[in-house]
């Protein structure tokens, strides 16, 4: 008894890191963690790649050609940088055309005659003939105004959602997540009653006139043209109806749903050392809207994505478990590349561990959030509460449940554990589905810190697990 | 007794409030606190304000007419918003004229030839004759490479100091802290060792080629001509050094120092209802440096506090403490304004409960710098944690002790608790004292919150004392 009291404190030191997972130092931690951030900071190459993405493929939706120059430029990069594989996973998306004409104007208005308006299609919004529709506006706040209304006043017109994002929100994400399904479902419910088109008021908390498109679903009603119009462009609208509530307005669209075109979403890894069959994922989504760069959206998710990899290969970091990064096809216009990318890990019988996506923008990052519903992450949940304090030194405060992002989520039924990144979501829609969501607008710091957050989270759970 | 325990929490309920200050629900604070960023994120004229003041007086350094015409301005807007009084304060300030002519070139590269240099005259440097002064270069990174080169190797040349600003730290104003010594006193300990003029990195890790100004301290030595350069220049200069080390440098300023003249510090209150000789005061710097427009250093700073004002205005909040809001003069160029203000605020035995100060940008706020050095600042922010998780519901995270702010820093000595508002690093020195320190750089959204959290706090500590 007196030999076994004697030898427990060397067995207990002998066998408890394997047992229990690697002994966790804080401030050892800590001092490595800022040296992956000072790495980043002076030798990331992310900036520039954000930049030939948003320069040389451009807004690119999934099916177009300039998605496809993106497949083979980010295909080419991530197996530059060193990665153990790289492969594309082709995937049947709806493609979707703007064309060339978009255009839509108030007829003979008494006061001001015509007005052009400032507006852009909705995706999957059908085209119009070269003469356009012209029909009488109606306007609503929501659809309950809209469902007062009825057929009897909707039919033959073209209804006008106009309620504003709510600018009172202090995370700009919560205004969108409330306001948004006037764009995604507005439009048919308008149809649903009748309505030969649709307006939209643009999904932004920034006052101008630049309009924001997005995907919007007809599901099985009859598809009608469909616009999102600036937001001063909006109020005008508005106050020309209350004063002329007969007001005509004309859409010409040039827009064309193409039919299927095969997209790819483009995978490369670097080969765990211990766990190699278990996966940690990090990504965002390679396609994106046709105006602007898609720099924000999703091109800052990319190349932080991109640069996860590049650093561990950078520092000769070899992970225990496989680390995977994904560049998902067609987000904005359908998610298919995120089912197909679901359906083959179970079909393949592949485990992924856990999955951080980002798709929030490349501002300053301010946390991740967690999807911590089921027991598992429950305990996962738990586990990243012990790094706190390593994410507190970083910036990175606000580590909470509750959602993580659309591409990953598709995992969930997978026992995958799921984080969205979060950075500062003042700025991001001033520039969303915008013609302003441009290289220029994203700041390098900014967006490689986001990367130094990724980069953190991925070292700790590869080090330490997550469950 | 019986009686005496029956009548215990009677009393407890009488007299529990006015002796240990009002009951403390945070939930009724924190739906409180968000209707007062609501009422901001609707209602605030201070994007207007700050537009007003960059585009009508814009670079105001202290004894200008520009300074002359924003106190003028705020001064008005004080009053406009119902504040109790506005008053200004004179005080003698230096000024320093930046001229017309701001020049520097490398004299015949073999190489290159001529080559024009983009640079700023740093605030209190002297003027050269109009052909300028012509010497040969000598770069260093640090004042012990200076002392090392002693006077032989420094005498009748001029100085370049060429040690960056640390990307790698994550936030820029320590970065900003660990560097500007060489701007501060490059120029006068190259003056000691007898050159005849400085060159000196332009403080930002931003890298692109525009200069930033900022002032210089000559104390007892001769003053001599000296710029700030972009950092794209920089390097081009320190790699034909390299090649060939008799570099020559022409530098031609118009700068002059116009001797003493008045200022303004301006000043408005709201009376205390309860106790008006206790003041809470909000503040910023009015002054700024002449190229830009000081719209983050500090025009930001300025209509963030009044902002403070006209919100409790707005509200129909009664403080119960005097609630004064101060535009500094001259911060950028001697302090004389701070200097003054806590001069006259002992002779007239004024008592500052607590000082909040912004002066680090309009971005998104994160936190608070308290200086808890004392044991009454110690026991105060021993008070200030207890409503860190009201704070984390704004998103305002980072308060931690050690710093403020340099204005408010003066009443130190008079038992001030002060606060220094911090919002997010990362752009501020792509701006800060640069050309493109301008309106179109300042976000609305995020200068709002800025105004918000500083209302939060005051509100506080109106409400519940700071000691």
């Known amino acids: 008894m007196r030999y076994l009291k004697c030898l427990l404190p060397v067995f207990i030191s002998i066998f408890w890191q394997p047992i229990f997972g690697q002994a966790f130092d804080e401030d050892v931690e800590i001092e490595y963690i800022k040296s992956i951030y000072e790495n980043i900071l002076v030798q990331s190459s992310s900036y520039d790649w954000l930049h030939y993405?948003?320069?040389?493929?451009?807004?690119?939706?999934?099916?177009?050609?300039?998605?496809?120059?993106a497949v083979a430029y980010t295909s080419h990069m991530l197996d530059t940088i060193g990665a153990d594989s790289v492969w594309t996973q082709?995937?049947?998306?709806d493609y979707w055309?703007?064309?060339?004409?978009?255009?839509?104007?108030?007829?003979?208005?008494?006061?001001?005659?015509?007005?052009?308006?400032?507006?852009?299609?909705?995706?999957?919004?059908?085209?119009?003939?070269?003469?356009?529709?012209?029909?009488q506006i109606v306007e609503v706040k929501n659809f309950e105004e809209l469902e007062a209304l009825g057929e009897e006043n909707v039919k033959g017109k073209i209804v006008f959602f106009n309620r504003p994002m709510e600018v009172t929100r202090l995370n700009t994400f919560h205004a969108y997540g409330a306001?948004?399904?006037?764009?995604?479902?507005?439009?048919?419910?308008?149809?649903?009653?009748?309505?030969?088109?649709?307006?939209?008021?643009?999904?932004?908390?920034?006052?101008?006139?630049v309009p924001h498109s997005g995907a919007t679903s007809f599901?099985?009603?009859?598809?009608?043209?469909?616009?999102?119009?600036?937001?001063?462009?909006?109020?005008?609208?508005?106050?020309?109806?209350?004063?002329?509530?007969?007001?005509?307005?004309n859409i010409q669209l040039g827009c064309l749903h193409m039919g299927k075109r095969t997209s790819h979403t483009v995978i490369a890894e670097i080969k765990g050392t211990e766990k190699p069959g278990e996966i940690i994922l990090v990504g965002g989504h390679l396609d994106s809207w046709d105006i602007g760069e898609g720099a924000h959206d999703d091109g800052a998710g990319v190349v932080?994505?991109?640069?996860?990899?590049?650093?561990f290969k950078r520092m000769g970091i070899r992970p225990k478990h496989t680390l995977r990064c994904v560049l998902f096809a067609n987000e904005e216009n359908g998610m298919f590349g995120a089912i197909e990318y679901a359906r083959l890990a179970k079909a393949n019988g592949e485990k992924h561990i856990a999955a951080i996506?980002?798709?929030?923008g490349g501002h300053t990052p301010v946390g991740f959030r967690m999807d911590a519903e089921n027991s598992i992450a429950k305990s996962s949940f738990a586990k990243v509460q012990q790094w706190r304090s390593i994410f507190s030194t970083l910036g990175v405060w606000d580590i909470q449940p509750g959602g993580s992002a659309a591409d990953i989520s598709r995992l969930k039924d997978q026992g995958t554990v799921l984080f969205g990144y979060r950075p500062d979501s003042q700025r991001y829609f001033d520039f969303h589905h915008s013609r302003n969501d441009i290289f220029e607008?994203?700041?390098?710091?900014?967006?490689?810190?986001?990367?130094?957050?990724?980069?953190?989270?991925?070292?700790?759970?590869?080090?330490?697990?997550?469950?």
């Open 53 to 69: 993405l948003c320069k040389n493929a451009g807004g690119r939706l999934g099916g177009s050609p300039e998605y496809a120059a």
């Open 90 to 93: 082709p995937v049947e998306v």
């Open 97 to 135: 055309r703007r064309g060339n004409v978009e255009k839509a104007k108030i007829i003979n208005s008494k006061h001001l005659g015509t007005v052009e308006l400032s507006v852009v299609a909705l995706g999957f919004s059908p085209g119009t003939d070269p003469l356009g529709i012209t029909a």
């Open 179 to 209: 306001g948004v399904n006037q764009r995604t479902a507005g439009p048919r419910n308008a149809s649903k009653l009748g309505a030969i088109g649709a307006i939209v008021r643009s999904m932004t908390v920034k006052y101008d006139n």
């Open 219 to 249: 599901k099985d009603e009859k598809p009608i043209p469909a616009v999102a119009i600036g937001l001063k462009d909006a109020d005008l609208l508005s106050k020309i109806i209350k004063k002329e509530p007969k007001t005509r307005v």
């Open 304 to 311: 932080q994505s991109m640069e996860v990899l590049h650093l």
């Open 357 to 360: 996506e980002s798709d929030a």
């Open 441 to 467: 607008n994203v700041h390098k710091r900014e967006l490689l810190l986001g990367s130094g957050a990724m980069c953190a989270l991925v070292y700790l759970i590869d080090k330490y697990g997550i469950k």
